[in-house]
T-cell receptor
Framework: NAGVTQTPKFQVLKTGQSMTLQCAQDMNHNSMYWYRQDPGMGLRLIYYSASEGTTDKGEVPNGYNVSRLNKREFSLRLESAAPSQTSVYFC??????????????FGEGSRLTVL | AQSVTQLGSHVSVSEGALVLLRCNYSSSVPPYLFWYVQYPNQGLQLLLKYTSAATLVKGINGFEAEFKKSETSFHLTKPSAHMSDAAEYFCAVSETGGFKTIFGAGTRLFVKA
C-alpha cells in the first residue's frame, strides 16, 4: 500500500524557472493538501482541495497554483520560482470526516532549492 | 482564527526519563487536536488525536496526551524515553467547518544515552 506518493523527491531550480510537483494517493480520500515546511515555522498550508473539482487557498498561496486532476492526483505548480520558495513540500490527504478535518496522511516530501 | 503554540523548540532528555512536550491552542469552538511525529527525511505520521471522546488520549509508541480545556493545553507525555523517540514533534489543531489543519512550529526531541 503506497499511501501518498510525491515526485520528484529533490529538485534544484534557477530563479524564474517553472516546475510542477506531483502527488497521488491510493486511499480513496476526498481531500488533499499541499504544505511547505520551513525551519522554526512548522508546516504552512499552501492550497487544499476539499473534494474533486474544488481548490482553495491556504495560508501562503502566493506564487503557487494547483490542479486537482482527479480524485487521486493533486499537483502544485511554481510558475516563476523565487529563492523564497526554497523549502520542503509535503502533500497530504484525508477523508475529511463530516465537516471536520480528520487525520492527515503525508507523503515523504519534496526538497526544492531555488538558486 | 485558530492557532497552536509549542513551548520549546528543542527538548533534551536522558534515556529512561519522562518526556513532556508542551502545546497550547486557541479556538473558539471545541477543536480536534493532534500530535504528529517526523523522523529525519520522512513525512509526518500521526501519534494520537483528540476528538472529544476522552480527555486522556493514548497513542502509538507509549505516548499519551491530556486535553485540558481550562488550560487550553494538549501536552504530550511518555513515561520513559527511548533513543528511537528522537524526532520532531508537531502539535496541530483542526478548524471546525473547514478543511485546514494548523500546525505548531514543532519541538525537536533529543534523547541522550
Amino acid at each position: 500500500n503506497a499511501g501518498v506518493t510525491q515526485t520528484p523527491k529533490f529538485q534544484v531550480l534557477k530563479t524564474g524557472q517553472s516546475m510542477t510537483l506531483q502527488c497521488a494517493q491510493d486511499m480513496n480520500h476526498n481531500s488533499m493538501y499541499w504544505y511547505r515546511q520551513d525551519p522554526g515555522m512548522g508546516l504552512r498550508l499552501i492550497y487544499y482541495s476539499a473534494s474533486e473539482g474544488t481548490t482553495d487557498k491556504g495560508e501562503v498561496p502566493n506564487g503557487y497554483n494547483v490542479s486537482r486532476l482527479n480524485k487521486r492526483e493533486f499537483s502544485l505548480r511554481l510558475e516563476s520560482a523565487a529563492p523564497s520558495q526554497t523549502s520542503v513540500y509535503f502533500c497530504a490527504s484525508s477523508e475529511a470526516v463530516g465537516t471536520r478535518t480528520g487525520e492527515l496522511f503525508f507523503g515523504e516530501g519534496s526538497r526544492l532549492t531555488v538558486l | 482564527a485558530q492557532s497552536v503554540t509549542q513551548l520549546g523548540s528543542h527538548v533534551s532528555v536522558s534515556e529512561g526519563a519522562l518526556v513532556l512536550l508542551r502545546c497550547n491552542y486557541s479556538s473558539s469552538v471545541p477543536p480536534y487536536l493532534f500530535w504528529y511525529v517526523q523522523y529525519p527525511n520522512q513525512g509526518l505520521q500521526l501519534l494520537l488525536k483528540y476528538t472529544s471522546a476522552a480527555t486522556l488520549v493514548k497513542g502509538i509508541n507509549g505516548f499519551e496526551a491530556e486535553f485540558k480545556k481550562s488550560e487550553t493545553s494538549f501536552h504530550l507525555t511518555k513515561p520513559s524515553a527511548h533513543m528511537s523517540d528522537a524526532a520532531e514533534y508537531f502539535c496541530a489543531v483542526s478548524e471546525t467547518g473547514g478543511f485546514k489543519t494548523i500546525f505548531g512550529a514543532g519541538t525537536r526531541l533529543f534523547v541522550k544515552a
